[in-house]
């Protein structure tokens, strides 16, 4: 850290000196009136903790100092020392002129002669004067000395922590590029539990979820995503949670996957288990007529056909939807058992129909879950519901960010668990093996 004064006749001036010799980065510790003006304390690479660190017992209060008083109380050591300084190199200076006034220089050299003049000054009250100054000199070395060491130990001591935390992270799953944003947000001097508290926190911040209930506000929603996602009996299980709270007169299903045979006969079992219509959008039947034939419903549910982007009946299925003159909103399925890589090219196949937010299934399959963490988070689609089991309607749940990131970190212990685990019986197998290979040395030894 560089302190140093600046004196001005006005504030402004005084300013003026600071920038232009300390720069914008600069930080003003301290400033009053003196006479002629004004004085003010700078300092560069200032760093609170390590001031703090730095503040003698003596001079702190019964509480903490706040910023203000903090920065004073290192602006006036500073100055206190600088003014020492001051002071002895001015006695040196004295001496010396009084030296050069008394002795006379010698015709056959430009050097004075000293050794004729010893006595009108004392060595011994110079050389208390060089160890007056060396003495403050070293008590400026072993302040910078002292930054220098606490810097570099609260550095290390950061660096264990980050990286401490950035293990957890990497080991639940979280892509490094997130793990790479979040790093910041985890202040200096902070433990690890601190620091990882503040990491949860921010990962249940960072994610998005959709603040009412879907089947509650009424609409038209179409589930997308890919084959075995779950869409089908996540449409059954939301029909369910909404007959059951609101009646089966104001709901209808639609189903648009006529490519595949039978593909629509789960779909059929819910309507006539729940008694509400199915309807099939196919040749004769466009998805917007039978839209318009299900104007009396409050909530329209459309299941779609999981086909591969490559099949030309997938883009003729999106663009019927997308172009709908009703207003559809789009919901993409992931799955929390997808690869990282697999979700992202769905989202980029699916985005084409302007998607409103996703819902993640298979929740109880997961062995981890920051994939889909890392995902949600980069494609910052708000989640609507996830579903842990195949019970209906039970094991649907409106979307929380601070229990998807609870569950991960949950399921992150149990994989810690579980590898400790067959470490440890992996270890006691070689132990085995290695006695049976003992064993059978000494046996095979012994008849030899």
Request: glycine share 6%; proline share 2%; with cysteine.
């Given at each position: 850290?560089?302190?140093?004064?600046?004196?001005?006749?006005?504030?402004?001036?005084?300013?003026?000196?600071?920038?232009?010799?300390?720069?914008?980065?600069?930080?003003?510790?301290?400033?009053?009136?003196?006479?002629?003006?004004?004085?003010?304390?700078?300092?560069?690479?200032?760093?609170?903790?390590?001031?703090?660190?730095?503040?003698?017992?003596?001079?702190?209060?019964?509480?903490?100092?706040?910023?203000?008083?903090?920065?004073?109380?290192?602006?006036?050591?500073?100055?206190?020392?600088?003014?020492?300084?001051?002071?002895?190199?001015?006695?040196?200076?004295?001496?010396?002129?009084?030296?050069?006034?008394?002795?006379?220089?010698?015709?056959?050299?430009?050097?004075?002669?000293?050794?004729?003049?010893?006595?009108?000054?004392?060595?011994?009250?110079?050389?208390?004067?060089?160890?007056?100054?060396?003495?403050?000199?070293?008590?400026?070395?072993?302040?910078?000395?002292?930054?220098?060491?606490?810097?570099?130990?609260?550095?290390?001591?950061?660096?264990?922590?980050?990286?401490?935390?950035?293990?957890?992270?990497?080991?639940?799953?979280?892509?490094?590029?997130?793990?790479?944003?979040?790093?910041?947000?985890?202040?200096?001097?902070?433990?690890?539990?601190?620091?990882?508290?503040?990491?949860?926190?921010?990962?249940?911040?960072?994610?998005?979820?959709?603040?009412?209930?879907?089947?509650?506000?009424?609409?038209?929603?179409?589930?997308?995503?890919?084959?075995?996602?779950?869409?089908?009996?996540?449409?059954?299980?939301?029909?369910?949670?909404?007959?059951?709270?609101?009646?089966?007169?104001?709901?209808?299903?639609?189903?648009?996957?006529?490519?595949?045979i039978a593909a629509h006969e789960q779909l059929m079992v819910f309507g006539r288990i729940l008694n509400i219509p199915v309807r099939v959008v196919d040749e004769q039947n466009s998805l917007d007529d039978v839209i318009e034939s299900l104007s009396d419903k409050k909530l329209v549910l459309i299941d779609t056909a999981g086909l591969n982007h490559q099949d030309p009946d997938w883009a003729e299925q999106l663009h019927e939807i997308r172009d709908s003159k009703f207003n559809i909103k789009s919901y993409l399925v992931i799955s929390a058992i997808t690869q990282t890589q697999i979700m992202k090219s769905t989202y980029h196949y699916y985005k084409m129909v302007g998607l409103s937010g996703?819902?993640?299934?298979?929740?109880?399959?997961?062995?981890?879950?920051?994939?889909?963490?890392?995902?949600?988070?980069?494609?910052?689609?708000?989640?609507?519901?996830?579903?842990?089991?195949?019970?209906?309607?039970?094991?649907?749940?409106?979307?929380?960010?601070?229990?998807?990131?609870?569950?991960?970190?949950?399921?992150?212990?149990?994989?810690?668990?579980?590898?400790?685990?067959?470490?440890?019986?992996?270890?006691?197998?070689?132990?085995?093996?290695?006695?049976?290979?003992?064993?059978?040395?000494?046996?095979?030894?012994?008849?030899?």
């Open positions: 850290m560089k302190v140093k004064r600046f004196f001005a006749a006005t504030m402004q001036e005084a300013l003026r000196l600071v920038r232009d010799e300390m720069g914008a980065d600069a930080v003003i510790l301290s400033n009053q009136k003196v006479d002629g003006g004004v004085e003010i304390v700078t300092a560069l690479d200032y760093d609170e903790q390590l001031a703090m660190s730095q503040v003698d017992l003596a001079d702190k209060t019964d509480s903490a100092p706040s910023p203000t008083q903090l920065g004073k109380m290192q602006a006036d050591k500073h100055v206190r020392l600088q003014e020492e300084m001051d002071r002895a190199r001015e006695k040196i200076s004295g001496v010396k002129k009084q030296r050069a006034h008394h002795e006379p220089v010698n015709k056959y050299s430009a050097e004075p002669t000293y050794k004729q003049n010893l006595s009108v000054v004392p060595d011994s009250e110079m050389e208390m004067m060089k160890a007056e100054i060396l003495q403050l000199k070293d008590l400026l070395d072993q302040q910078v000395r002292m930054s220098n060491k606490v810097a570099v130990g609260s550095e290390s001591e950061s660096s264990i922590v980050k990286k401490n935390i950035s293990e957890r992270l990497v080991g639940m799953g979280v892509e490094k590029r997130l793990v790479d944003l979040l790093m910041p947000t985890i202040k200096a001097g902070a433990d690890i539990t601190q620091a990882w508290n503040r990491i949860l926190a921010e990962l249940s911040h960072v994610l998005a979820v959709e603040e009412n209930e879907l089947i509650e506000q009424g609409g038209i929603y179409a589930l997308v995503g890919q084959t075995g996602a779950g869409k089908t009996t996540t449409i059954g299980k939301l029909a369910a949670r909404y007959t059951l709270e609101y009646g089966a007169e104001s709901i209808a299903l639609i189903t648009t996957d006529r490519y595949r996703c819902l993640v299934t298979k929740l109880d399959e997961a062995v981890s879950l920051g994939e889909v963490i890392s995902f949600l988070y980069l494609s910052s689609l708000p989640v609507a519901y996830i579903t842990d089991g195949q019970k209906i309607p039970d094991d649907i749940h409106l979307a929380k960010s601070h229990a998807i990131v609870s569950r991960a970190v949950s399921l992150f212990k149990e994989q810690e668990k579980f590898e400790a685990e067959l470490l440890s019986s992996s270890h006691g197998r070689l132990q085995s093996s290695e006695r049976v290979s003992e064993q059978n040395a000494m046996y095979f030894g012994s008849t030899a």
